[in-house]
């Protein structure tokens, strides 16, 4: 059985696909691909299929996965990527398909690009200039007090045409995730930022070391 991971991007209207409407979406966009993959035993079988740290509704993506299963030893995957893009819906772009080389487990790191509009500048400031930025975050066992400001004790912006862009590094995975989400609801609490008025566009999946998720 080989392992083959599907990458695409999630824009525009597909952000707003949600997880168990993605897995419906590449269900059906695998069987009409007509690529072998393997399904799942028991009583209602389905395409094996594990997703890579999803995101929340609304944020897009230029490096989200899927992990298939095949029975072919020898995966012929540009073939894959050409059958595979061709039934996607709008916004879903599948740009290469790779044999693994780590486990989505191995994430540690997200790479994110924020886009506003320059009147947001204020708020930044507002953020920079505070010595705490504690918010709950919801976990498995109920809730946790997080200090943003140990994760970003600064963000940094830079005007591009009639915008502001920032980027942010958060840690990932299942272990310790940060989503943007969490930075957002508190400038909107604290500092005066609408977050409907920034776009959020995930641009890399990191390892512990930083370099990149394959």
Not at 30 to 57: D, Q
Not at 101 to 112: D, L, M, P, V, W
Not at 165 to 186: K, Y
């Amino acid at each position: 059985m080989t392992t083959v991971r599907i990458w695409f991007t999630k824009t525009g209207e597909a952000s707003y696909i949600s997880l168990l409407d993605l897995q419906r979406v590449m269900q059906r966009s695998i069987k009409r691909s007509g690529i072998p993959v393997w399904y799942t035993m028991g009583f209602n079988p389905h395409i094996y299929m594990t997703f890579a740290n999803p995101l929340p509704l609304g944020q897009e993506s230029l490096v989200e996965s899927v992990d298939v299963k095949t029975e072919l030893e020898q995966v012929p995957l540009e073939d894959w990527r050409q059958a595979l893009d061709r039934v996607m819906p709008l916004g879903i772009k599948v740009t290469r398909v790779t044999l693994p080389q780590y486990k989505a487990e191995k994430i540690s790191f997200a790479r994110y690009q924020l886009r506003m509009p320059l009147s947001a500048q204020a708020s930044v400031d507002a953020y920079n200039q505070l010595e705490t930025a504690v918010i709950q975050k919801k976990t498995k066992r109920g809730h946790k007090e997080i200090d943003l400001k140990q994760a970003l004790p600064r963000i940094e912006t830079e005007q591009k045409e009639n915008e502001l862009q920032a980027e942010l590094l958060l840690t990932a995975g299942e272990g310790n995730n940060l989503n943007p989400s969490l930075w957002l609801n508190f400038m909107q609490e604290h500092c005066g930022l609408n977050p409907t008025d920034v776009s959020v566009l995930r641009t890399a999946l990191l390892l512990e070391d930083q370099t990149d998720f394959r």
